[in-house]
């Protein structure tokens, strides 16, 4: 059975953010959660968050700070899986290979330290075990808060557990709405603080001798899996100075209003919560800069990112715009496989964004939403000799150069002490230059208006266009209007082949909902085209295997078998069989690499 056309969308990735809108990071100021990133000196706001008393100025430490120092559990889980965490100067913590690596090799398999399901999910994921509660399966849902739900095994056990954040639950969205603050956030954050509170009781008990069922305040390594402890959770990064106003605004009022009604409720549900207002926004931090998107390639969560965890060894891993390794989840436990062979003293890094866009886009982004600036392989690299400059570049039109032109400015470094809107700003009026003949176009000496048929001279103009029309596409595809959305996109695509370079972006954006377009109609003949356009794209940009380009495969191996049963002779309906036989042979190969196991993705 076909994917339909939303969650046939294979290079949806699963995102780190919890919010993605205004994403950023809180204020960090050390006390009781966050002995990471501490500020040498008190500021006048510390002053006003911790109760008037002003902080001496700390002298600046000589020794490591707790986010350069390898987490608590790493020397345990350095013994079971192939890497360590070095301290780099430009990426802080990272993981390096301590022997040679084969592709499909497990890197770190590790059991979330908390989780919550995304809002528009919660009632396809069961919020104790995070397992596929969609119907046919049973689900029960809190009759006090009716937010939580819990498959039969869970039920019992989580609601009894659940009481506790229950009666918080309820405000939280109430409270998002007020503050303008993502509310899977709020309950993120506000889930971790329930954790951090049963870790302190548990230290008190343990302290009085009193022993725990089956619970260990330290980190540790069972049957394969890291159970992350709470000072490997608390040890991570969070970037708090780089926060912007605005989101820092909206997390401190959420955190605050989020304060106060535990506060309120303390004496019947969260009483000694013993937390101060700053360590929630800390704990903001630390879930926007560390959360992992789960479910994303589950058995029957169809590329849904469901739920968030946080993975404090996973986290080790550093992005990279051409990653080595990628990560996928099964209930609790997130899993990292090398997707190529990996020698011995390199990095390992997954990746934390959609690596088809163009270089500026995911400097931006990540810049944006994860408050760094990207200094990976990739990004690293001349653009002028990089596979980046054809995701956003135009055809010369000079006779026989067949250079690309691309903007200057992505040809420059990036100043990274640039605001995200300035730089972008710059970015927009950058000149723009081929890459073969050297000629110069430049938006400020260009006269106006432009003829359509000498777009190609205009480069800038080429793209806002081709950005107009595309957006009004794409428009009528998200309605579902699959029939006209195709001509729309069809048109598109022969108006500005020849004119972009076939590999930029805004040409690849088109190809999978045109494919899904021509699926929806039982076009498999145009949908295979258009599918194998996708894939010789990807394997030239990104090479290498990924779960992203196994979808896609899968999506042929579907259209050759629907060739097959509409085929008009045998030997037609051999050739198209045999077809989909080896492409679904090339998906398990990739899925086996990626996930461990063989096998085609449920549809
Ligand atoms: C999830 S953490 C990774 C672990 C982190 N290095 C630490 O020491 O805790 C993500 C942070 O690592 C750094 N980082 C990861 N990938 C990077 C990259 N490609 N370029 C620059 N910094 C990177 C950034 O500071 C980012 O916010």
Request: aromatic share 6%; proline share 5%; charged share 25%.
């Amino acid at each position: 059975m076909p994917m339909d056309s939303e969650s046939a969308d294979p290079l949806k990735v699963a995102a780190l953010s919890l919010d993605e809108r205004d994403p950023a990071e809180a204020q960090a100021n050390g006390n009781g959660y966050h002995p990471v990133g501490n500020g040498d000196t008190a500021t006048d706001a510390d002053e006003d968050k911790n109760c008037g008393k002003k902080k001496k100025k700390k002298k600046k430490s000589k020794g490591k700070s707790s986010s350069d120092k390898p987490l608590p559990t790493q020397k345990i889980v350095d013994q079971f899986f192939p890497w360590t965490a070095v301290n780099k100067q430009v990426v802080g913590r990272c993981a390096i290979a301590s022997r040679d690596i084969k592709a499909g090799e497990l890197v770190v398999a590790e059991h979330c330290y908390a989780f919550i399901p995304r809002r528009h999910d919660r009632s396809v994921v069961c919020h104790s075990c995070c397992c596929d509660i969609s119907p046919p399966a049973q689900s029960f849902e809190c009759p006090g808060c009716r937010y939580a739900m819990y498959c039969k095994d869970c039920k019992g056990r989580a609601m009894e557990e659940h009481k506790q954040f229950c009666r918080v639950s309820n405000p939280i969205s109430g409270i998002a709405k007020i503050a303008d603050c993502d509310e899977d956030l709020l309950r993120f954050v506000f889930a971790l603080v329930l954790k951090g509170r049963s870790h302190k009781n548990m230290s008190k008990q343990i302290s009085n001798g009193v022993a725990v069922d089956g619970l260990s305040n330290d980190g540790t390594v069972q049957d394969g899996i890291v159970y992350p402890s709470y000072e490997d959770c608390i040890s991570l990064k969070t970037h708090s100075e780089k926060a912007t106003p605005a989101w820092k605004e909206s997390v401190r009022r959420g955190c605050q209003l989020l304060y106060e009604e535990a506060v309120k409720l303390g004496a019947q549900s969260v009483d000694n919560l013993d937390i101060t207002l700053d360590d929630l926004e800390t704990l903001a931090a630390l879930v926007n800069t560390n959360s992992h998107g789960m479910g994303a390639h589950g058995a029957g969560f169809h590329n849904a990112d469901v739920a968030v965890g946080i993975f404090p060894f996973v986290s080790m891993l550093s992005h990279s715009c051409r990653p080595n390794c990628c990560f996928s989840s099964e209930g609790k436990v997130m899993y990292v496989r090398a997707t190529q062979d990996v020698p011995k003293g390199s990095e390992l890094c997954i990746s934390y964004i959609n690596l088809y866009e163009p270089r500026s886009t995911r400097k931006m982004q990540l810049a944006v939403s994860k408050h760094f600036l990207c200094r990976c392989q990739r990004c690293s690299e001349p653009f002028v000799h990089s596979v980046d400059r054809y995701l956003e570049g135009c055809m010369c039109t000079v006779r026989g150069c067949g250079g690309v032109v691309v903007k200057t400015s992505s040809m420059i470094e990036q100043d990274p002490t640039l605001a995200p809107g300035d730089s972008l700003t710059l970015h927009n009026s950058s000149s723009w230059k081929c890459d073969q003949c050297g000629r110069l176009l430049d938006p400020k000496l260009s006269t106006y208006p432009v003829d359509p048929t000498s777009l190609g001279d205009h480069p800038w103009q080429l793209v806002a266009s081709a950005e107009a029309e595309l957006a009004s596409a794409m428009s009528m595809y998200r309605e579902r209007r699959f029939k006209e959305s195709r001509v729309l996109l069809e048109q598109y695509i022969s108006q500005f082949t020849g004119k972009l370079h076939p590999l930029n972006v805004l040409l690849f954006d088109a190809l999978t909902p045109l494919m899904n377009c021509c699926r929806a109609s039982g076009d498999a003949a145009e949908g295979s085209r258009i599918c194998r356009l996708i894939l010789n794209s990807m394997e030239k940009v990104l090479p290498g295997v990924s779960l992203e380009q196994a979808n896609f495969y899968f999506c042929l191996g579907e259209m050759y078998t629907q060739r097959a049963e509409s085929a008009g002779t045998n030997v037609m309906a051999k050739h198209y069989k045999k077809l989909a036989q080896e492409t679904f042979q090339q998906v398990r190969r990739i899925r086996e690499i990626c996930l461990g196991k063989p096998s085609l993705p449920s549809s």
